[in-house]
């Protein structure tokens, strides 16, 4: 059982930046792929970054050029580093962990509660 705590939520103007964290704990699990993922207005969970056991960071399109994601060397933490927020981007934000398949995200089927990003224009 993986429990997932995320925090670094808040409110943000258009243009504006936040540093989202997540740490990972639990047993049955070592240091794997972990990923970032969003839901906006009641739409299903969308994938939002990926990063690699050995930190190598992967970005849906809409991230690219204004996230970044990175992680502790060896330790399932990461973070979500967001800038030049628009309104677009206000949702609740949640890590998981899970693994690569032929190179695509499979994520885990453990959620923690999120953490919330408000943008305002």
């Known amino acids: 059982q993986v429990q997932l705590v995320e925090s670094g939520g808040g409110s943000a103007q258009t243009g504006g930046s936040l540093t989202l964290s997540c740490t990972a704990s639990g047993s049955g699990f070592s240091v794997d792929p972990m990923a970032w993922y969003r839901q906006i207005s009641g739409n299903e969970r969308e994938l939002v970054a990926t990063v690699t056991v050995r930190g190598f960071p992967g970005y849906v399109d809409f991230a690219k050029g204004r996230f970044t994601i990175s992680r502790e060397n060896g330790k399932n933490s990461i973070r979500l580093q967001m800038t030049d927020l628009n309104p677009g981007d206000t949702g609740i934000y949640y890590c998981?962990?899970?693994?690569?398949?032929?190179?695509?995200?499979?994520?885990?089927?453990?959620w923690g509660q999120g953490t919330r990003v408000t943008v305002s224009s």
């Open positions: 998981n962990v899970g693994r690569f398949q032929a190179g695509r995200y499979i994520h885990g089927d453990s």
